[in-house]
């Protein structure tokens, strides 16, 4: 959290974090424009697969995305979650959004902070993904490292990236980590590079971090409501049941 600092030599604990987030967001926008600007034919390309999967009924003007809300926190937001997605789709790649989760299932995910936890989920989460390459649905990643072999090693390194952004994030800002979609990080997954990463990086934090790792089904599909209403427990408040079942997968996912 940003707000309520204690003095550190002559310095706040939310100085220090809010220093520390400007330079982590600085560091990952100039990633991503490298990575952008190495790999000049993937906006073709990434045209090409959409038009080829009937799924070309947009503009693709973002090959990789950074997320432009990160630059709306500032020293005294309150960011209780460190929200971790899957990758760009067609409305966050745009380039007059260029923003994480603000499609569908972003909604359905901002309806339940505020029906069910009561919070404004774009006021208390920090969003990113498990890697800022965009493709109109997550399983396309696969196919596009396939037909735009440059990509393959942007692919890999780009989720090493982002899960020691994920743990930095968490580090530094003393906030919780929402890992959500788990269907790819399965040992052969899309998202297995990013998996692997983050235990390890995990590990190396220690018990404190780990204990804040909560990892769920995405909102898309239904697949959040859908184990949430199965797993709940009969007269569990919702807020404990997320907490519960967050922790339940993050502990046979990741081994803490």
Partial sequence: MLMGGVSQGGATVEQQAYERLCALREDFRAKVALWRDGLPGLLSAQAELAAELGEDNYAVETS??????????????????????????????????????????????????????????????????????????????????????????????SQIYMARLAIALSEALGSRLWIMGLSELRPAGIFSAWKDTFIEGARRAGPGLQGSVYAFNHFSMGSFSTELKKRRLANEAVPLAVLRIGRENSLRLFGF
Avoid at 115 to 120: G, H, K, P, Q
Avoid at 125 to 138: D, E, G, S, W, Y
């Fill in 64 to 157: 990789v995305v950074y997320n432009k809300a990160l630059d709306d926190i500032g020293p005294d937001s309150d960011i209780d979650w460190i929200v971790v997605a899957d990758n760009p789709g067609k409305r966050e790649q745009a380039a007059a959004m260029n923003r994480y989760l603000v499609g569908q299932s972003g909604k359905v995910m901002e309806n339940f902070f505020r029906r069910e936890l009561d919070a404004e989920l774009r006021a208390k989460a920090l969003i990113i993904n498990k890697t800022p390459v965009h493709t109109p649905k997550t399983a396309q990643l696969k196919t596009l490292g396939q037909r735009h072999p440059d990509l393959a090693p942007v692919l890999v390194s």
